[in-house]
């Protein structure tokens, strides 16, 4: 089975940022304990007695917002950093899925669908070409329980059953499931993802990008 975990970033309804983003992460289930290990290893810089109360969340991270205030600007950004790299570190099969959507000026709400369609169809094709190979497996969609849950919810229903622009989605063995970040290392993992992802695009900062760009389909 593999689950791929995804958040967003840039909101839709600020008509301030032009981009919205979707990404995250593809992992095999036996995969998910070693990457959130390491990632707690990066929590424990910041509170050693009880690392499950910190949260890494990119924006947050890289403003000095909430919790990140009382840190260094440097800690945070090599923390950010470290845990993208982890990435590079992990097992091959995890693969980086992206869309960013520029918001169409007239219903920027569009930019949900079109997000989604696309991270959603690359992830089928992904688990089309395993079978293709002879290593059939299934797949399942976790996100942040924050992300747009009844859009995308409706959405997944209607890709298995109806279908979208290139086909209908085969390889998903349930619609997607939404968990509390704070509880899921993997969770924050592709929200580091979606930011990298999204400074990128909309302030053409390649920082957090170049960390993570050879490992995925953006």
């Not at 309804?13 to 304990?33: N, W």
């Not at 997000?115 to 969609?141: N, P, W, Y």
Request: net charge neutral; charged share 25%; glycine share 6%.
């Amino acid at each position: 089975m593999y689950l791929l975990y995804l958040d967003h970033a840039g909101a839709i309804e600020d008509p301030s940022q032009r981009h919205f983003v979707l990404a995250g992460i593809s992992v095999f289930e036996r995969q998910t304990c070693w990457l959130a290990q390491e990632l707690e290893k990066i929590a424990s810089r910041f509170n050693p007695a009880d690392p499950f109360s910190v949260e890494l969340h990119g924006s947050p991270m890289h403003g000095g917002r909430g919790e990140w205030r009382r840190h260094p600007v440097a800690d945070r950004v090599r923390a950010l950093s470290d845990a993208l790299a982890v990435i590079a570190k992990s097992h091959p099969t995890n693969t980086l899925f992206a869309a960013a959507v520029k918001k169409p000026k007239d219903d920027p709400a569009a930019a949900v669908n079109l997000a989604f369609e696309q991270v959603c169809g690359m992830f089928d094709r992904s688990l089309l070409r395993k079978h293709r190979q002879r290593a059939t497996q299934r797949g399942i969609i976790v996100f942040d329980k924050a992300t747009y849950e009844s859009d995308i919810q409706s959405l997944a229903t209607d890709f298995r059953t109806v279908g979208h622009q290139t086909g209908v989605i085969k390889n998903l063995s349930e619609v997607p499931l939404f968990l509390d970040s704070k509880a899921s290392r993997l969770v924050q993992l592709a929200d580091l993802i979606a930011f990298s992802c999204y400074r990128f695009y909309e302030s053409e900062d390649s920082r957090f990008i170049d960390i993570i760009k050879d490992q995925g389909s953006f």
